[in-house]
C-alpha cells in the first residue's frame, strides 16, 4: 500500500541549530513534492516545492532534498529560531494527479531559545 | 500574494444540523478547490475534490449525500455537512491551486473550520 512517512515524535532543538526533518514514501513515482507549515489551528501553509528531476531546492534558510532512489525527501532549516515551531509536512503529487496532494502525518519541531 | 479565505472558522451546533462551510480565493480563480478533513494531530485527509460547472469527486469511504460540495463559480466552493453528528466533529479545511488542477503550482489554504457537534 502507498505510504508517506514522517516522524510521528516531536523534534526539540536549541536555537541557532540546523533541523532536519525526514520524509519517506513507498509505493509512489510521485511527480513533486511540496512542504508546508502548520502551526496549531490554521491552515497549512506553503514552503518549498521540489520536482522528481531536481536533487536539491533552496530558499533563504529552507533546503529540500529530493532522492528518488531512496523515495527520501530532507526538509532543513539553518540557523533556527523559536519561530520556526510548528508542525512540517510533506505532500506528494503522483504522475497524472493533477494538484491532488497526500500529505505525511507530520513532524512537530520545537525550538527552544 | 494569493489568498483563500474559509468561513466560518468555528461552528458549534446540535446534533442533526446542517452546516454550510465557504472557501473563497480572493484574487485568483480556482477552478478547482480540495476540500481536506484534519482529526487532532493527524494529517490532511482528501474529501473530496471540487469542481468548478461539474460534480465533485469523492474520495473513497466519504459519503456524497452526508457532504455536499457546491462549486457555483470561479471563486466560491462551499461544504455543506448534513444532518451533523458528532463524529463529524473536526477540523475542515479547503485549498485551491492557481492556474487550476493541472498547473503543478502550491495550494493556497484557508484558514480552517473548526467545527463541534454537541
Known amino acids: 500500500s502507498q505510504k508517506i512517512e514522517q516522524n510521528s515524535e516531536a523534534l526539540n532543538i536549541q536555537e541557532g541549530k540546523t533541523a532536519t526533518l525526514t520524509c519517506n514514501y513507498t509505493?509512489?513515482?510521485?511527480?513533486?513534492l511540496q512542504w508546508y507549515r502548520q502551526d496549531p489551528g490554521r491552515g497549512p501553509v506553503f514552503l518549498l516545492l521540489?520536482?522528481?528531476?531536481?536533487k536539491e531546492k533552496r530558499k533563504e534558510r529552507l533546503k529540500v532534498t529530493f532522492d528518488t532512489t531512496l523515495k527520501q525527501s530532507l526538509f532543513h532549516i539553518t540557523a533556527s529560531q523559536p519561530a520556526d515551531s510548528a508542525t512540517y509536512l510533506c505532500?506528494?503529487?503522483?504522475?497524472?494527479?493533477?494538484?491532488?496532494?497526500?500529505f505525511g502525518g507530520g513532524t512537530r519541531l520545537m525550538v527552544k531559545p | 500574494g494569493a489568498v483563500v479565505s474559509q468561513h466560518p472558522s468555528w461552528v458549534i451546533c446540535k446534533s442533526g444540523t446542517s452546516v454550510k462551510i465557504e472557501c473563497r480565493s480572493l484574487?485568483?480563480?480556482?477552478?478547482?478547490m480540495f476540500w481536506y478533513r484534519q482529526f487532532p494531530k493527524q494529517s490532511l485527509m482528501l474529501m473530496a475534490t471540487?469542481?468548478?460547472?461539474?460534480?465533485?469527486?469523492?474520495e473513497q469511504g466519504v459519503e456524497k449525500d452526508k457532504f455536499l460540495i457546491n462549486h457555483a463559480s470561479l471563486t466560491l466552493s462551499t461544504l455543506t455537512v448534513t444532518s451533523a453528528h458528532p463524529e463529524d466533529s473536526s477540523f475542515y479545511i479547503c485549498?485551491?491551486?492557481?492556474?487550476?488542477?493541472?498547473?503543478?503550482?502550491?495550494?493556497?489554504f484557508g484558514d480552517g473550520t473548526r467545527l463541534s457537534i454537541l
Open positions: 484574487d485568483f480563480q480556482a477552478t478547482t
Open positions: 521540489i520536482r522528481e528531476n531536481e
Open positions: 471540487s469542481n468548478e460547472g461539474s460534480k465533485a469527486t469523492y
Open positions: 485549498s485551491a491551486p492557481q492556474g487550476g488542477q493541472f498547473s503543478n503550482q502550491p495550494q493556497h
Open positions: 509505493n509512489y513515482s510521485p511527480a513533486y
Open positions: 505532500a506528494l503529487v503522483a504522475n497524472n494527479a493533477g494538484n491532488m496532494l497526500t
